[in-house]
């Protein structure tokens, strides 16, 4: 039973250049999350996609930051001309409606972001 | 908008004895979830506990209980005979009925004396 997986775990870059990250949700699960996780802090949601849809967006994603979900599994979320403030944990999770009509949201390692 | 708040940044307890971590939210819906999760040191986040608004009772997990107080808006999470394990970040959560994002509380580091 394989839980959702986050590629990269780390990664450093120089301030104005993109980065893309992977997550691959637990199969079979339909949604997937995006929060993003400052130090000493709790996550907080930044997108979600039903499906291949996304279908909420938060204001802390500014037109900088993408999120794609092209097939309904894996996803990408990409962080064009990074800055300093961009440096955190980038969370993924996924989850399924389950027949209490309640969907428990299970998390990825996450990747941590450090812009220089 | 919902708010989690969770008053305590810092916990110890010794091995073997009973924690208690405290969590307050406002919200204006009735129907809506809460959740407990533990973040380890370096590790990915887990679910804990989850309780539906809509029950009366509290739920339980082994070691790990909850205090829903609903009037008075408040959700507090109890580990009982407390593991070395069980040293962690706590976050509590919230997700009202019909909605996807959770919002979480600040947090609380928890420190178990051996």
């Known amino acids: 039973d394989t839980g959702v997986s986050q590629d990269p775990r780390h990664k450093i870059t120089k301030r104005g250049q993109n980065v893309t990250f992977r997550c691959d949700p637990i199969s079979e699960h339909n949604r997937l999350y995006w929060y993003r996780q400052t130090l000493g802090q709790g996550p907080e949601f930044l997108t979600y996609f039903q499906n291949e849809a996304q279908l909420e967006k938060s204001r802390l994603l500014s037109d900088r930051f993408s999120a794609e979900r092209p097939k309904g599994s894996f996803s990408t979320l990409e962080i064009q001309r990074t800055e300093q403030g961009d440096s955190a944990m980038y969370l993924c999770?996924?989850?399924?409606?389950?027949?209490?009509?309640?969907?428990?949201?299970?998390f990825g390692p996450g990747t941590r972001l450090t812009v220089l | 908008a919902q708010t989690v708040t969770q008053s305590q940044p810092e916990m110890s307890v010794q091995e073997a004895e009973t924690v208690t971590l405290s969590c307050t939210y406002d919200t204006s819906e009735s129907d809506y979830y809460l959740f407990w999760y533990k973040q380890p040191p370096s590790r990915q986040m887990i679910l804990v506990i989850r309780q539906e608004a809509y029950k009366q009772q509290n739920a339980t997990e082994n070691r790990f209980s909850v205090n829903f107080q609903k009037a008075a808006k408040s959700f507090s999470l109890k580990i009982s005979d407390s593991q070395l394990g069980d040293a962690a970040m706590y976050f509590c959560a919230y997700k009202t009925q019909g909605a996807q994002k959770l919002v979480f509380g600040q947090g609380t580091r928890l420190t178990i004396n051996p």
């Open positions: 999770a996924s989850s399924f409606l389950d027949g209490w009509g309640t969907d428990t949201q299970y």
